[in-house]
């Protein structure tokens, strides 16, 4: 892992340092006042299901708004221009009004502690553990990116060796989540969120203006290696890698928007774990939908920064852009991971530098925290819990949770050099999600509306489904397979899912299925409609708590927002 060139170093001063100290002050703060409130393995892991809807909400879309979110969709930004918007766009806000909708009444009203713990009353045993440990092992990785990207960060600040940063961030973040648990986790990514926007926006701001307005930045795009094909969110050629338009389209609709982005945002427990903290289940159901509001509106301080800093900075202009895009290391050793850091460098003042470099950090451990703090409950509910330790005090799960945040922290530091390999890791992201998340969302979706599937088809078909991403994965990687930009982590993507459907079907034919009577609550059609409401009095009652209205409004403004760009 190499250290930044000296070139690239943040003029950051005194004033800049008194800001991000107050900031760390805080993020302690918070994890010490949470820690008096954590008495039980609940209030660690779930935060006792006792958090309004606008903290969960904001927390959620906190969460995966980490450093992988800012730094890789700008990056992203760099690199393929308006069609990063469809990571938004397309690829996660119709799931995450599916989530709230569709997934939240089982996921809340079966009061599971985790999505694993829901696959082994679905499914047994079996696919319960399987999707444990890829989980856990999937939490790791993302961390470790996570990390890597904090730590290039403190470089950039103070000059320290990559892995000297790497320790340093992992400690801070490690924390204060092991002293608060979620609930320290999940009031800091409010802060943190605060933080994020306060950061960019003027970043964003003062970036249009230095390349004269939106038709400046759009003039420089179109004639800079990209081409005018990066102003526009479709087709999306360059981000799919794939030459003919229907193909693209088709990869972004059906990999990106449905396989990759449901199988996120409907299974993924870093998210999910947010929704569940929530007090009831209106507010479960309205957590994910709070959160599409700011989603919406986050491409535009993230990705175009990104766009303004592949034309205004110098070490990624001309020929050092073209050379990355085509793979090649640039002439300037810059990379479009630095993208963000370096338009930081070269547009803000000082004062304006340390709220930005607060708003980065921030970024980060929200990400990191969210990774920590699902893997600890996943690991100690789902794996220590099952199958190593039953039947223990709940203080001895208590105890375990803050000693595996910490095994979690070190194995990061470790994943956190796999992921200082890639120049953009939103690459890197993609093709974990293709492997995790695109088998199991197939998996989960059947399971949850098809009663006959039963518990042998469900950890096979994930088992197989996961083979099939990892195939595709090693036949691009290897050259036999040509798709170039993040085409192969779309591909990989629908393999799994189809894959994972076939074989489900397959099994399920030829094996025996659970009685129906073991299913309520966990299939669509054997649960009680009832079970699925959510009240509408007292902190619930209000138009503006109503999911479903919440959900309609998002997405007539997605559909409007696709249409303009």
């Known amino acids: ?326 793979g090649d290391e640039a002439p300037s050793g810059a990379t479009f991971n630095q993208a963000l850091l370096l338009l930081m460098r070269d547009l803000l003042p000082n004062g304006m530098l340390g709220i930005a470099i607060a708003g980065l950090l921030a970024s980060f451990m929200a990400g990191m925290a969210a990774n920590l703090s699902s893997f600890n409950t996943v690991f100690t509910y789902d794996i220590w819990q099952a199958y190593l330790r039953k039947d223990r005090p709940d203080g001895y799960y208590l105890k375990v949770g803050r000693v595996v945040t910490a095994i979690a922290t070190v194995l990061a530091i470790g994943t956190a050099f796999i992921a200082s390999t890639y120049a953009n890791l939103m690459d890197y992201l993609q093709q974990l999600f293709s492997f995790f998340n695109a088998p199991l969302f197939a998996t989960f979706i059947l399971g949850m509306f098809w009663r006959r599937m039963t518990p042998t088809a469900g950890w096979t078909g994930l088992v197989a489904g996961t083979l099939s991403a990892i195939t595709v994965f090693v036949l691009t990687e290897s050259g036999v397979w040509a798709l170039p930009g993040q085409g192969g982590a779309f591909v990989g993507a629908g393999a799994a899912f189809v894959v994972d459907i076939a074989v489900s079907v397959a099994v399920t034919m030829v094996t025996q299925p659970k009685p129906a009577s073991e299913l309520a609550g966990l299939v669509y059609s054997l649960t009680p409609k009832e079970t699925r409401r959510h009240e509408t009095t007292g902190e619930d009652a209000g138009w503006y708590r109503n999911p479903g209205l919440l959900a309609g409004i998002v997405l007539v403004i997605t559909i409007t927002l696709n249409i303009i760009f």
Do not use: C
């Open 1 to 326: 892992m190499q250290a930044a060139a000296a070139d690239l170093r943040l003029d950051a001063n005194a004033v800049d340092y008194v800001l991000l100290a107050i900031y760390f002050a805080l993020v302690l703060g918070i994890g010490y006042v949470a820690r008096r409130q954590v008495s039980s393995s609940i209030d660690f892991f779930l935060s006792g299901r006792s958090l309004p809807a606008w903290v969960t909400g904001l927390a959620f879309i906190s969460a995966n708004l980490g450093a992988i979110e800012v730094m890789g969709m700008s990056a992203n930004g760099a690199e393929y221009g308006m069609p990063t918007a469809h990571y938004f766009w397309i690829g996660a806000v119709p799931a995450m009004l599916f989530l709230g909708i569709v997934m939240m009444p089982f996921y809340y009203g079966s009061k599971v502690r985790s999505v694993p713990e829901f696959m082994l009353r679905r499914f047994g045993k079996p696919a319960h553990l399987v999707n444990g440990v890829s989980f856990a092992v999937a939490q790791v990785l993302i961390a470790g990116a996570n990390l890597f990207l904090l730590a290039s960060v403190v470089n950039l600040l103070l000059g320290w060796p990559i892995w000297v940063s790497v320790i340093v961030a992992a400690a801070i973040v490690l924390s204060y989540t092991a002293l608060g648990g979620l609930s320290a986790a999940i009031y800091n990514e409010v802060l943190q969120f605060v933080v994020i926007v306060a950061a960019l926006l003027p970043l964003t701001i003062v970036g249009l203006y230095k390349v004269g307005g939106w038709q400046g930045l759009v003039d420089k795009v179109s004639a800079g290696p990209g081409g005018p094909e990066q102003i526009n969110s479709w087709p999306g050629n360059q981000l799919t890698g794939f030459t003919d338009n229907f193909l693209s389209v088709l990869g972004l609709v059906f990999g990106l928007g449905f396989v990759l982005s449901f199988g996120y945002w409907t299974t993924n427990f870093v998210e999910v774990q947010r929704a569940m903290a929530a007090r009831s289940m209106s507010a479960a159901r309205r957590t994910p939908i709070i959160g599409a509001f700011p989603k919406l509106l986050i491409p535009f301080i993230v990705i175009i920064p990104g766009m303004i800093a592949g034309v205004a900075v110098t070490e990624l202009q001309g020929d050092n852009k073209a050379a990355l895009i085509a």
